[in-house]
């Protein structure tokens, strides 16, 4: 296998995105946008490198937890593309194989694309372009071709209007082989429009050495480059679609496919149904043969087997669902591990909790977790019923097949098979409520008045 070795140009200040956060830290499907791209690359083996700009402290942080190998080159002045690579220098100067560039900033080029390059690399091209065919190329670079390879490519401030007319455009990404890029690296000059090194004009430099320059076309939503607040949530929708479709092809039934998001790593078996308005945050997983109702925020968790969620459900904060688990309406989890089988049908709160088989959780159940200072833990056993409306004060422990009364506040451990009650008397007050709603409108008059 050729060796690879992926540069990614970090280095844009994305002053468009009006943000204190570097424009590639900005999330896609709950992954920062730099990331997508290195993962993209790792995906097909690759070496990295990154260029990121002065003071991306922040952006170095990112790139180093998500690849800890990856040599990081610092661009303090931002002289073009070309410019930018040249100081990756020490990352491409002893490259064997095959050298991509890719941007930080365009975070759905798929791994069929880049092996698409390098498998023309492979074939004996010299260098391969990314070309792509948007709606309105206006503002695009344009790939001049004859004989089926590129022989140069012409930003659009400098291209004729001949040139202009061209539909097939430039996505920056640019494949080379190792020797091709430090043949031409240093010979690009910038003498254009803008004063700057384009990598694009390596195309005419190799060209003129009679190198093979191919190129390869891309869907244009691939390459959708973030650099405002519109293209973030242009590439947003788009990755949503794309996620969207790739599940429904392995086996998952989404009632209303445009109002479900997923995260990058949301994880989903077969036969399992969605319905309208769920969102996926990072660290789900869901098993076979479960079913989602609407409304549910589901965010770092894994669901069972044949488990039943929602409506209105939310669960979060590594929470883990057995198989066959019920959650209804208005339920929310967190942190806790709920056994196989256990039902929590309505209004519910179940927060730092171990919860096991077969258990049933009442109405307005409560584990009171957190006393202001620090969070404890509820365990309830398997076989267990919680009466409506309870208030279980960590930390605290209920056998297997204990019952706890409606409206009990449970203060301390409950047994195996017994029945706690939790509240207090009872009293009635025969013929005592005319004189309540008495001393209640009399109150009313007062302010009335």
């Known amino acids: 296998m050729t060796e690879l070795l992926s540069i990614i140009l970090a280095a844009g200040e994305g002053t468009r995105m009006k943000s204190a956060t570097p424009k590639v830290l900005h999330p896609v499907g709950g992954l920062p946008v730099v990331s997508h791209v290195l993962r993209t690359a790792q995906a097909a083996g690759s070496r990295l490198a990154v260029v990121v700009g002065p003071k991306h402290e922040a952006v170095e942080a990112a790139v180093s937890r998500w690849a800890p190998d990856v040599h990081i080159s610092r661009q303090v002045e931002r002289l073009g593309t070309a410019h930018a690579v040249q100081q990756a220098r020490t990352a491409f100067e002893t490259a064997a194989g095959h050298v991509l560039v890719l941007y930080a900033d365009t975070p759905l080029v798929t791994t069929a694309t880049v092996a698409g390059i390098v498998s023309r690399l492979d074939e004996g091209a010299d260098m391969v372009v990314v070309g792509f065919r948007p709606a309105d190329p206006t503002g695009y670079g344009r790939l001049i071709t004859r004989d089926g390879q590129v022989r140069a490519i012409r930003e659009h401030r400098d291209a004729s209007e001949d040139e202009r007319r061209i539909g097939l455009c430039n996505s920056g990404i640019i ?99 969605i319905f309208p308005n769920v969102v996926f945050g990072p660290g789900v997983k869901v098993a076979d043969n479960v079913e989602i109702r609407a409304f549910c925020d589901i965010e770092d968790v894994v ?88 208030s279980l004060v960590a930390p605290v422990t209920i056998g297997d097949g204990a019952y706890t009364a409606s409206g009990s506040v449970i203060t301390d451990d409950v047994p195996a098979d017994a029945v706690a009650f939790g509240r207090a008397r009872q009293e009635n007050k025969p013929g005592y409520a005319p004189k309540l709603r008495e001393k209640a409108l009399a109150k009313k008059a007062a302010k009335g008045k």
């Not at 049933?360 to 409560?366: F, Q, V």
Request: proline share 2%; aromatic share 8%; glycine share 14%.
């Open 303 to 390: 669901i069972g087997e044949g488990a039943s969620i929602g409506p209105f459900a939310r669960i979060r904060g590594g929470a883990e669902l057995g198989p066959n688990v019920h959650l209804g309406n208005f339920v929310e989890v967190k942190k806790s591990k709920i056994g196989a089988g256990t039902k929590a049908g309505h209004l519910s709160y179940l927060g730092d909790a171990e919860i096991g088989e077969k258990t049933n959780i009442g109405a307005g159940t409560i584990t009171c977790n957190y006393d202001g200072v620090n969070k404890d833990k509820t365990v309830i056993g398997s076989n267990v019923f919680i009466g409506s409306n309870a």
């Open 175 to 273: 494949g080379f082989r190792g020797d091709t890029l430090r043949a031409v690296i240093d010979r690009i000059g910038n003498s254009n429009a803008k004063g700057e090194y384009y990598l694009t004009d390596a195309v005419e430099l190799a060209s003129a050495d009679g190198r093979r320059i191919d190129y390869v076309e891309a869907d244009a939503d691939e390459l959708i480059g973030v650099d405002d607040r519109t293209k973030l949530a242009q590439a947003e929708a788009t990755f949503q679609r794309f996620r969207r479709a790739e599940f429904m092809q392995n086996g998952v039934s989404l009632k209303d496919p445009n109002s479900v998001w997923f995260s990058w790593d949301t994880e989903i078996g077969r036969d399992v149904t």
